[in-house]
T-cell receptor, first 111, second 114 residues
Framework: DAGVIQSPRHEVTEMGQEVTLRCKPISGHDYLFWYRQTMMRGLELLIYFNNNVPIDDSGMPEDRFSAKMPNASFSTLKIQPSEPRDSAVYFC?????????FGQGTRLTVV | AQSVTQPDIHITVSEGASLELRCNYSYGATPYLFWYVQSPGQGLQLLLKYFSGDTLVQGIKGFEAEFKRSQSSFNLRKPSVHWSDAAEYFCAVVTGGGADGLTFGKGTHLIIQP
């Protein structure tokens, strides 16, 4: 398996634009997590899914953020409209139920 | 709710010296415990994990960690660090039987001096 695949690796966008981050989890993993990492706040859990169903989205900062998992092999994290304070590295991780396997992350810069 | 504390934000160690990174958790029962490492510009990689059994666990890259129930700790150790060990280290816990509640500490930044 190629591991958790995230795209794009880097994204630069202008404030107000819509941004979509993509994630392909490891096949067979029941859990999928979206994390955000910044210098100030460290690694924050935004939302996680179990069997494609969102379980806990309490970490989603505000309504501008939304996440979907239409099937077991794909998830998106969307920010609309984007703001400079959304600049961070966004990680997707999947898990079979214990340890989590992380993607390489998407570095988002909102200018 | 469970929590994870890594009291050291930064640690500087000379190459070849021993290393211990501290991790304490707050939870009523024994959780699953993990250490992850993050090199610059990379995702997190699992170093080792503890679920049950022997409280001293061995991981990759020569790391080990010891679970101490009485202290609610899971400290990471390495007898002799290499320059390539410079990275960010995260302790994490999972409570319950699944990945629900995967919680990370704030991380410890390890600097290796020549």
């Amino acid at each position: 398996d190629a591991g958790v695949i995230q795209s794009p690796r880097h994204e630069v966008t202008e404030m107000g634009q819509e941004v979509t981050l993509r994630c392909k989890p490891i096949s067979g993993h029941d859990y999928l997590f979206w994390y955000r990492q910044t210098m100030m706040r460290g690694l924050e859990l935004l939302i996680y899914f179990n069997n494609n169903v969102p379980i806990d989205d309490s970490g989603m900062p505000e309504d501008r953020f939304s996440a979907k998992m239409p099937n077991a092999s794909f998830s998106t994290l969307k920010i609309q409209p984007s703001e400079p304070r959304d600049s961070a590295v966004y990680f997707c991780a999947s898990s079979p139920g214990d340890e989590a396997f992380f993607g390489q992350g998407t570095r988002l810069t909102v200018v | 709710a469970q929590s994870v504390t890594q009291p050291d934000i930064h640690i500087t160690v000379s190459e070849g010296a021993s290393l211990e990174l501290r991790c304490n958790y707050s939870y009523g029962a024994t959780p699953y415990l993990f250490w992850y490492v993050q090199s610059p510009g990379q995702g997190l990689q699992l170093l080792l994990k503890y679920f049950s059994g022997d409280t001293l666990v061995q991981g990759i890259k020569g790391f080990e960690a010891e679970f101490k129930r009485s202290q609610s700790s899971f400290n990471l150790r390495k007898p002799s660090v290499h320059w390539s060990d410079a990275a960010e280290y995260f302790c994490a816990v999972v409570t319950g039987g699944g990945a629900d509640g995967l919680t990370f500490g704030k991380g410890t930044h390890l600097i290796i001096q020549p």
